[in-house]
Every structure is written in structure tokens, then in C-alpha cells.
């Protein structure tokens, strides 16, 4: 079995990766890799400015609304100009403003029923 990391973690755990240098893992061995990569990955995974001017949006108030909404979002993490995270948020929000629609329009229907029957 090959050497482990004599290093302990912040923790206080044992760390478990593989020595390379002295005895220490790639990480431990240089401190300022794992800054250098941390700041590498995360201007990799940076989609845009949010200190954008983007316009503001009026809610969607129809389920046509909402569709184009959902349109509009999708194109715009597919070029690169929003989060995915936000679009995975903003997706979640539309199934609950879907369903909420769903219910409503329900509603209605029942009531103009019930009006109708005289219940």
C-alpha cells in the first residue's frame, strides 16, 4: 500500500490521499494550489456579470406566459447568459405557478358548475 499524507486536516482528521513530496500529498505540499485551482474552477463555472443591467421582468400571469417565460430561459442558459442554478431555481418556481393555475382554473370551473346547479 502506498504512503499516505502525514498532514492533518483542519478537522483534525488524518489526511487519506496519497504522499508524493516529503512525506505530504500534492495539496499539502503546496498550499497555494488548492487557492489556485479553487479560483480556477470558479472562474470557469462563471456565466455572467451580476452587476448586469438586465431589464425587469413582469411575472407571468397566463400559462402561455409562463411557457414563453420558460423559453426565453432556457435560450439564455443555453447561450451562456444565465446561471444554470438560477434556471434550475426558476424552473422550480414555474411548476409551483403551473400548478397553482391548474388549481385556480379548477376552482373556477367548479364554482360556475355549482352557480349553474344552484348548489
Excluded: W
Amino acid at each position: 500500500m502506498s504512503e499516505r499524507c502525514k498532514q492533518t486536516k483542519s478537522n483534525g482528521d488524518q489526511c487519506k490521499a496519497r504522499a508524493v513530496k516529503n512525506g505530504l500529498c500534492v495539496l499539502h505540499a503546496n498550499p497555494e494550489l488548492a487557492s489556485k485551482l479553487g479560483r480556477r474552477s470558479g472562474q470557469a463555472r462563471r456565466y455572467v456579470d451580476r452587476k448586469d443591467s438586465a431589464p425587469l421582468v413582469a411575472a407571468p400571469r397566463t400559462a402561455a406566459e409562463l411557457t414563453a417565460a420558460l423559453a426565453d430561459i432556457f435560450a439564455a442558459i443555453r447561450n451562456r447568459q444565465l446561471d444554470p442554478g438560477v434556471g434550475r431555481t426558476l424552473a422550480q418556481l414555474s411548476a409551483a405557478i403551473f400548478k397553482g393555475m391548474e388549481i385556480s382554473e379548477l376552482e373556477e370551473r367548479i364554482a360556475k358548475l355549482e352557480a349553474r346547479n344552484g348548489i
